[in-house]
């Protein structure tokens, strides 16, 4: 059984930076590509960032303002998040990817975090 703990949610004005972690249980974290996603309230959850090995992958909204990665030492993978907007406002969940195909999509994933919830006033 793996379990994704995230954190580092939270109010922030536009413009500002937060910074997100999801610690990891297992001891197979690092085979594994790890991305976040998110759900803004009224809508269907959608793709953020990926990262799998030494490559990551941007959702276009927040390509040049959010960073991905990953510290397999300590089984957590971080999304920093700068130049937040409104638009940002959502619950962000990490999530493990198992199965092959694209990383966009919610059901090539296996597990799941609880949420963080970012607000981002403007």
């Known amino acids: 059984q793996v379990q994704l703990v995230e954190s580092g949610g939270g109010l922030v004005q536009a413009g500002g930076s937060l910074r997100l972690s999801c610690a990891a249980s297992?001891?197979?974290?690092?085979?594994?590509?790890m991305a976040w996603f998110r759900q803004p309230p009224g809508k269907e959850r959608e793709f953020v960032a990926a990262?799998?090995?030494?490559?990551?992958y941007y959702a276009d909204s927040v390509k040049d303002r959010f960073t991905i990665s990953r510290d397999n030492a300590k089984n957590t993978v971080y999304l920093q998040m700068n130049s937040l907007k409104p638009e940002d406002t959502a619950v962000y969940y990490c999530?493990?990817?198992?199965?092959?195909?694209?990383?966009?999509?919610?059901?090539?994933?296996?597990?799941w975090g609880q949420g963080t919830q970012v607000t981002v006033s403007s």
């Open positions: 999530s493990r990817k198992y199965y092959s195909g694209s990383y966009y999509s919610t059901n090539k994933y296996d597990y």
């Open positions: 297992g001891r197979t974290f690092s085979s594994y590509a």
């Open positions: 990262i799998s090995g030494g490559s990551t």
